[in-house]
């Protein structure tokens, strides 16, 4: 069969292409990985032609990669050698919005950027991260389990989908949620039984192919007032910004070591390199004890009416005053503005005076972890990292809706055209999965080293095996993501090899 033919026939020969000179802009990546050579692109419009596609590419066996975007940063997004990229970027409708149940359907494509616009009108939000881009994809977002700028207050992007249509690996479409009964709207996750949507939710696209996401919303706050605090050591924030989130002080807070801290604005000596390195963990650390900065900032905002956030402000200002912090007021500063808004946008790649700093590579890797396992976890990977020659950074998002928890993510820059900074960023991303288990930590979306946290929960890794044989029995969905490739299935398949897992 012409496999390449009767794709253009699904989607229409505009829509396929297995021209080597635009696939290698789908093999481009941040990370130190080498990202494979794809057979072919195809953008499919419509479920219908989704499901077209996976029963051709289950009789021809032919691997597929979903792709939203392909940049999540948490990880690279490989294509199988040889396997289909599907790009959902034309599957971008917004179905609908019902501003009353607060909720919106949306095709797997939908940006952020036109959300934003869509949902002005209502005064309503859906969850949008922090700094990514408005031309990052929502629906992908959220089923990565990704972290808004309101996570304190409302949890993470899993938190927000009441449901998907899917494609399974056998070619089978299906709805989760409350809309799987004829007739009903998605104004639940759950049907009956357990939580199906959650098979789909963080599978990264080894599951089923997103089709269509029910996404909850909620309103813009009518005003939002924030404030910064600055500690020494890590140590020293915990108790307190434990205390912040337990009692819901505040809906979002956001910290990031000084390094991530220092990459906008002036309060970096640029003057030393050109801003072409960045300057060691040591001397800077001494550059700000000089300047009277602090080595780690929280950022922290309350959103409601007016009346609302005084009583919530002095709550928060009072906790601070008990245990003598000095809080920064920053709702008129336009420096914290650029800190609030734009900063993690600034350390994930949009800012070229961080990439600049080595080269254009960037690896972070991200994990889930208490708030009370930070002193064990966040300065022991900085100083790993200075063994590996390089100054890691990092950044913390506490989310609720109760906050014990938070995202801490690690990055490093690196030189992409030097195969020693390649090798030690790869091996940072390692060291990082390695500490991260070991401490009780999980690895967040685990686009790399699955095994690593997967060797820790070995049933677990199991009943993810058994689910995968059933709704891909050919293993053809993103085959290799989550360690789930035909080889760990064979097992439960009957087949003869070992089982890796
Ligand atoms: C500068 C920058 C800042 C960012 N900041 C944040 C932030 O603050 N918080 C945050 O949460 N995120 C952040 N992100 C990530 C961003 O929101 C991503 O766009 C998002 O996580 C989805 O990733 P993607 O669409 O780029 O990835 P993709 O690689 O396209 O998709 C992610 C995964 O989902 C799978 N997939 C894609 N489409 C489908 C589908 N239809 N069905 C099934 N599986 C599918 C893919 O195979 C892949 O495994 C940031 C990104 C950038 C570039």
Sequence with gaps: MNVAAELSKIVGSDNFTDDPVLLQAYRDTLYPVDVPMPFGVALPQSADQVQAIVKLCGETELPITPIAVGAPLNGPTLCAPGGLILDFCLMNKIISIDPDELVAVIEPGVTIGQMVKALEPYKLMAQYPNSSPLTSVLASMVMMRGVGQYATKYGLGDSFVNGVEAILGTGEKIVTGSAALEGADWHYRHCFGPDLTGIFIGSLGTMGLVTK??????????????????????????????????????????????????????????????????????????????????????????????????????????????RNITPMDMSNDPWFQVRNVQLQGVINCSSARFCRHRGGGWVSLVMLAPIKKWGEILEPLVEKGKTLGFDPTYLLKVYGPYGHSSQCRFVVSFDKGSPDERARAFAFTETVAKHAVEKGANVHRQTMHPEIIQSRQPEYFALLKLIKSLVDPKCILNPGVLNLSKETLAYRQGGEAEDAG
């Design 213 to 322: 996401a029910a996404i909850r919303l909620s309103p813009i706050p009518e005003s939002t007032w924030g404030l910064a605090l600055g500690f020494d050591a890590i140590e020293d924030a915990m108790a307190p910004i434990s205390h912040i989130a337990k009692y819901q002080m505040a809906d979002y807070i956001n910290g990031q070591h000084w390094y991530a801290g220092a990459t906008t604005g002036d309060d970096y000596p640029w003057e030393v390199t050109g801003g072409k390195a960045p300057l060691p963990d040591e001397y800077m650390r001494e550059w700000r004890k000089r300047k009277g900065l602090p080595n780690i900032w929280f950022h922290m905002a309350i959103g409601g009416s007016p009346a609302e956030i005084e009583v919530r402000k002095k709550q928060l200002l009072d906790y601070l005053s008990s």
